[in-house]
């Protein structure tokens, strides 16, 4: 598998501005956020899409939509809202093949997504 920007980020190679780690996950600001809350996690383990997540992956799942969670609870934007988003491939607008939750919080979100 191809490493990614993310993986140099997970490594400490390149720079970011990480707000949450722990064994499996790492979470840091997007650098074109999306709203005045824009952050992605991370599974430290390079998965590169969704789709080529597997059941062996289903907890270490789990563990990266609840940090994610958690995150948004301890911040003070759970009860206002927010949206977390999956892109897998090209029609979903993934553009990093790193699998990665992003954190959207901080205004009123859309649906439809564009
Ligand atoms: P996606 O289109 O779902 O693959 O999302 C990739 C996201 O990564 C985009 O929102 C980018 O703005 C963000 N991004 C790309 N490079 C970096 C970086 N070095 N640090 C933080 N965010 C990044």
Same mark, same amino acid.
């Given at each position: ?15 970011? &501005?990480?707000?949450?780690?722990? @064994?499996?996950? /790492?979470?840091?600001?997007? =650098?074109? #956020?999306? $709203? ?14 969704? &789709?080529?997540?597997?059941?062996? @992956?289903?907890? /270490?799942?789990?563990?990266? =939509?609840? #940090?994610? $969670? ?28 790193? =699998? ?15």
């Amino acid at each position: 598998m191809g490493d990614t920007i993310f993986g140099k980020i997970i490594r400490r190679e390149i720079p970011a &501005d990480i707000v949450y780690e722990d @064994d499996d996950v /790492l979470a840091f600001r997007d =650098l074109n #956020a999306q $709203a005045p809350v824009h952050v992605l996690f991370v599974p430290k383990k390079p998965i590169a899409t969704l &789709d080529s997540a597997t059941a062996a @992956d289903a907890e /270490l799942l789990g563990k990266l =939509l609840l #940090a994610a $969670a958690a995150y948004a609870r301890n911040e003070g934007l759970a009860e206002q809202g927010y949206r977390t988003v999956i892109n897998c491939n090209e029609h979903g607008g993934q553009t990093v093949f790193h =699998l990665h939750v992003h954190l959207l919080a901080g205004r009123q979100m859309h649906w439809p997504p564009g």
